[in-house]
């Protein structure tokens, strides 16, 4: 069998780093090493193109497993910590004024309807103002 077969990992290049996001594979193979297989694979590739890290990513506290599986390729740890500020108890993420409940399902729908190269160019303009 082979390994693409028994086996997935998704990693990611961002500048001297390689990101191993997420890995998966056939429980009935996993005696074969197959996501170890990909990433010390990925390590050469990543050594060969002059990469200088790799990330494992973030592991949930409670993942023992995973951690144990990140330690043993000998990561070193570091907390993250997340902090969100609200103005109310409710998320500002979900306010939404009753007047721009239906120019947004007007926006919506005409946008839907719009061609591709309406949308290309509309988007091209507006990049460089948001975000």
């Not at 297989?37 to 993942?63: K, M, V």
């Not at 721009?100 to 591709?116: D, E, F, M, N, V």
């Amino acid at each position: 069998m082979a390994l693409d077969q028994i086996a997935a990992i998704l990693t990611l290049r961002y500048k001297d780093t390689l990101l191993y996001k997420y890995g998966c594979s056939d429980e009935r193979f996993h005696s074969l090493g197959g996501v170890q297989s990909l990433i010390w694979r990925s390590i050469q590739e990543a050594n060969g193109a002059g990469l200088s890290t790799l990330d494992f990513g973030r592991s949930d506290c409670d993942n023992e497993g995973l951690i144990r599986f990140k330690d043993r390729w000998g990561t070193i740890r570091s907390s993250l910590t997340y902090s969100r500020y609200t103005t109310s108890a409710h998320s500002l993420d979900n306010y939404k004024p009753r007047e721009s409940q239906w120019t947004l399902r007007i926006a919506k729908r005409l946008l839907s309807h719009a061609p591709g190269k309406a949308l290309s160019m509309a988007g091209d303009a507006l990049y460089k103002h948001v975000g």
